[in-house]
């Protein structure tokens, strides 16, 4: 029996949010864990209650605040592991590897567990919404477009940045609204401070004095 069904919305949101923030473990005799630490215990919290695991919690001081918080979910199943395998869930250092599943999966769910582990939106100062999305992966930089392309008739172009070879890809406007709702809208499973984004750049509303540059959107 499958323990994840991707062309469920909930288990497809998981395997995207496990594909860019989580790590999978391999050791010797059948040995490991898939496991996911974030800030945000609301999802961990409902990813514990919907899927076989265990949860812990830490505090510890980082490079860059002191006393951070994080939550962490993890299942020890050699079973769980060998179906992530068989999606070609990657292992390791998995920052290149990351990419779809190789069996037909929900859209809005992994795509969402995507932008949740990898992404970012809110107001940029101007201010305008805007929803950005990171990753070192040429698979999944690939996927991505061909996913704005067909769904939103969104064409990007963007390159690696030279610093450290990250794929940014950006969108403004209402190019951000317009996928964020699909991704966010009537959801059950999502990281709450990403919902809240999305639902303050949705009540954003385009300046009469601002003009419509075809050109200049985030096509590019």
């Known amino acids: 029996m499958n323990i994840l069904n991707l062309l469920n919305e ?9 594909l860019t923030d989580g790590h999978c473990y391999l050791q010797s005799r059948n040995r490991g864990r898939i ?34 918080s994080t939550f962490t979910w993890r299942n020890s199943k050699i079973e769980f592991r060998n179906e992530l395998s068989t999606y070609g869930f ?7 590897l990351q990419d779809v599943p190789k069996v037909d999966f929900n859209q809005k769910g992994f795509w969402r567990g995507v932008v949740d582990g990898n992404g970012s939106l809110g107001m940029t100062n101007y201010p ?19 996913f704005l392309s067909h769904n939103f008739e969104i064409k990007k172009f963007p390159k690696r940045n030279k610093r450290d070879s990250i794929y940014n890809i950006c969108l ?3 190019d951000a609204q317009n996928v964020s709702k699909f991704l966010y ?7 709450r401070r990403k919902y809240d984004a999305y639902l303050l750049i949705n009540q ?3 300046p009469t004095d601002m003009k419509v540059r075809q050109w200049l959107s985030c096509h590019r």
């Open 10 to 18: 909930e288990d497809a949101y998981l395997y995207g949010l496990l």
């Open 35 to 68: 496991s996911l630490e974030l800030i945000d215990k609301d999802i961990i919290d409902k990813i514990d209650e919907r899927y076989e695991g265990n949860t812990s919690s830490r505090t510890r001081d980082t490079n860059f605040k002191k006393n951070v």
């Open 90 to 96: 990657p292992s390791g250092n998995k920052q290149y």
């Open 128 to 146: 305008f919404p805007f929803l950005s999305l990171t990753t070192k992966s040429e698979s999944l930089k690939n996927s991505y477009l061909a």
């Open 172 to 174: 403004y406007k209402e």
């Open 185 to 191: 809208q009537k959801s059950k499973l999502f990281i």
């Open 204 to 206: 954003w509303v385009r």
